[in-house]
Nanobody, 114 residues
Framework: QERFVESGGGLVHSGGSLTLSCVLS????????MAWYRQTPGKQRELVAS???????DYERFVRGRFTISRDDAESTLYLQMNNLEPEDTAVYYC????????WGQGTQVTVSS
């Protein structure tokens, strides 16, 4: 059973940067469009960014221009470079396929202080 392991979260000040990583066990990573999601308490999980290939990425309006999604298929790893972080970005960040095919990992907490 494939499993996601997210890492790289932490506490930063507003305007700071973080890079999240997500490793998928198994050898199916390169078969799928991948995505980052986030969730705050009491709210539904929301899509943040998605990637088919290096030249095919998409971002939700609230992160466009600040976040960059990338992937390393050889390492089965998904990345999210987050710049100019805002307190509203505080959430637990998760990765999954764009179709949410696999079970969710534990996520990684990102906290942005004002």
């Amino acid at each position: 059973q494939e499993r996601f392991v997210e890492s790289g979260g932490g506490l930063v000040h507003s305007g700071g940067s973080l890079t999240l990583s997500c490793v998928l066990s198994g050898n199916t990573f390169n078969q799928y469009s991948m995505a980052w999601y986030r969730q705050t308490p009491g709210k539904q999980r929301e899509l943040v960014a998605s990637i088919i290939s290096a030249s095919a990425t998409d971002y939700e309006r609230f992160v466009r221009g600040r976040f960059t999604i990338s992937r390393d298929d050889a390492e089965s790893t998904l990345y999210l470079q987050m710049n100019n972080l805002e307190p509203e970005d505080t959430a637990v960040y998760y990765c999954n396929t764009l179709s949410e095919l696999y079970a969710w990992g534990q996520g990684t907490q990102v906290t942005v202080s004002s």
